[in-house]
């Protein structure tokens, strides 16, 4: 049972070019979330999903896009990087019941540095 | 316009000490409140949470404590060990997650 996994764990980009993070989950979690962290800021949710096929933005969803075709996967797009996209970046998936969701479970997070 | 506040950005405790971190919110339709801890380089852990019809959890050497009038939760840890050293994050729930800014707790010997 290995919870939630990201790929890359790092990576740097040059600005303008291109990525996708992809984020696994074998917990049958139907909610799952992407994160960036930035020196005393926090977690800011960026989108999430709360099903397969379903995605929603979050807190700072510009320059990102996602796509949760699986259940168990749900990838995080750079169409375009900048500077200002480089943070700690974290998934995460939680069991719901109905409309609610419970504690999340959290990826190790892909560092991002963006030149 | 932040929902949720960790004012003390940093606490330093001495080992077997008791451990206050505080969480201040300004949201009366949170529910459900967590916490979680962090260290460098992994993701956040769910450590302990507390549903607004209680005004106390416990689990071992964690209790947080609920005060909704105040809009304030606090954790403590006791005995503070030097395994705790990490950052913790309150997180109330509306239908998602809001996380507060951290505290980064440092536990000597």
């Known amino acids: 049972n290995a919870g939630v996994t990201q790929t890359p764990k790092f990576r740097v980009l040059k600005t303008g070019q291109s990525m996708t993070l992809l984020c696994a989950q074998d917990m049958n979690h139907e909610y799952m979330y992407w994160y960036r962290q930035d020196p005393g800021m926090g977690l800011r949710l960026i989108h999430y999903?709360?099903?397969?096929?379903?995605?929603a933005k979050g807190e700072v969803p510009d320059g990102y896009n996602v796509s949760r075709l699986k259940k168990q996967n749900f990838l995080l797009g750079l169409e375009s990087a900048a500077p200002s996209q480089t943070s700690v970046y974290f998934c995460a998936s939680s069991y719901s019941r109905g409309l609610v969701s419970y504690e999340q479970y959290f990826g190790p997070g892909t560092r991002l540095t963006v030149t | 316009d932040q929902q949720v506040k960790q004012n003390s950005p940093s606490l330093s405790v001495q080992e077997g000490r008791i451990s206050i971190l505080n969480c201040d919110y300004t949201n009366s339709m949170f529910d459900y409140f967590l916490w979680y801890k962090k260290y460098p380089a992994e993701g956040p852990t769910f450590l302990i949470s507390?549903?607004?019809?209680?005004d106390k959890n416990e689990d071992g050497r964690f209790t947080v404590f609920l005060n909704k009038s105040a809009k304030h939760l606090s954790l403590h840890i006791v005995p503070s060990q030097p395994g705790d050293s990490a950052v913790y994050f309150c997180?109330?729930?509306?239908?998602?997650?809001?996380f507060g800014t951290g505290t980064r707790l440092q536990v000597f010997p």
């Open positions: 507390i549903s607004s019809i209680k």
């Open positions: 997180a109330p729930r509306s239908h998602k997650l809001i």
């Open positions: 999903s709360v099903g397969e096929g379903t995605t």
